[in-house]
C-alpha cells in the first residue's frame, strides 16, 4: 500500500445532513485527489489538490467542497447529502514527478 | 469523455499472455498512454506508462503503435490474480494527474 488512508470505509447517512470523508496519506506526496465510481461509470474526478490550501474542481464538483489545511490530510465535504451522491469515494496521491497514482481502498457512502 | 476505447470484455487462459488493446486515435503529442487495473472493488492500481517507446516493467509490457493511435498492454504470464478491469488512459504528462476514466476491459483469467 502507497500510505494512504480513507475514513470512514463505510457510512450512511441521510438526505440532506453534512458529510466529511477524510483522507490521509503518509508519503507527504503533493498532489492529492478524490474520485467517485459508479455502477456504469469509470471513476470520476470531484477536486484535487496540488498543495496545501490549493485545489481546483474536476468533472462532477458540483455538491461537494475540499480543503487541505496540511500536507497528509485532503477533506472532501457533502455539505448537504443527496441521493445522488450515494457512490463509492477514491482518495488518490501523487508525486510532484506526476508519473503515476496511488489510490487508496474507498469509502462506500450510502445517502438514504 | 474518455479519450481511449477498448474491448469491453476478454478472457485469458492461466498461464498464457494476456493482450489488452486500445485505441487513441485523437492522442496529442504530449500526452502519455498509461494503464490502470481494479481488482474486484479495490482502488485502481497502476500498472504501467509510455509515450512512444515501448516499456516494460516488472508487471507488464505496453506495446505503441509508430503513430501513437494505438497500444497494447501485454501481461506475459497471466495468473488468477491478473482478474481486473484494466483502464487504458491518455493524459499530459504535466500538471495533476486529472485521469479520465472509460469503462475498461474486464478481463477475465480462466484455470
Known amino acids: ?112 | 469523455d474518455a479519450k481511449t476505447t477498448q474491448p469491453t470484455s476478454m478472457d485469458c487462459a492461466e498461464g498464457r499472455a494476456a493482450n489488452l488493446p486500445c485505441n487513441h486515435s485523437t492522442i496529442s503529442g504530449n500526452e502519455y498512454v498509461y494503464w490502470y487495473r481494479q481488482i474486484h472493488s479495490q482502488g485502481p492500481q497502476y500498472i504501467i506508462h509510455g509515450l512512444k517507446n515501448n516499456e516494460t516493467n516488472e508487471m507488464a509490457s505496453l506495446i505503441i503503435t509508430e503513430d501513437r493511435k494505438s497500444s497494447t498492454l501485454i501481461l506475459p504470464h497471466a495468473t488468477l490474480r491478473d482478474t481486473a478491469v484494466y483502464y487504458c488512459i491518455v493524459r499530459a504528462i504535466q500538471g495533476a494527474q486529472k485521469l479520465v476514466f472509460g469503462q475498461g476491459t474486464r478481463l477475465t483469467i480462466n484455470p
Open chain 1, 1 to 112: 500500500d502507497a500510505g494512504i488512508t480513507q475514513s470512514p470505509r463505510h457510512k450512511v447517512t441521510e438526505t440532506g445532513t453534512p458529510v466529511t470523508l477524510r483522507c490521509h496519506q503518509t508519503e507527504n506526496h503533493r498532489y492529492m485527489y478524490w474520485y467517485r465510481q459508479d455502477p456504469g461509470h469509470g471513476l470520476r474526478l470531484i477536486h484535487y489538490s496540488y498543495g496545501v490550501k490549493d485545489t481546483d474542481k474536476g468533472e462532477v464538483s458540483d455538491g461537494y467542497s475540499v480543503s487541505r489545511s496540511k500536507t497528509e490530510d485532503f477533506l472532501l465535504t457533502l455539505e448537504s447529502a443527496t441521493s445522488s451522491q450515494t457512490s463509492v469515494y477514491f482518495c488518490a496521491i501523487g508525486r510532484r514527478d506526476n508519473t503515476e497514482a496511488f489510490f487508496g481502498q474507498g469509502t462506500r457512502l450510502t445517502v438514504v
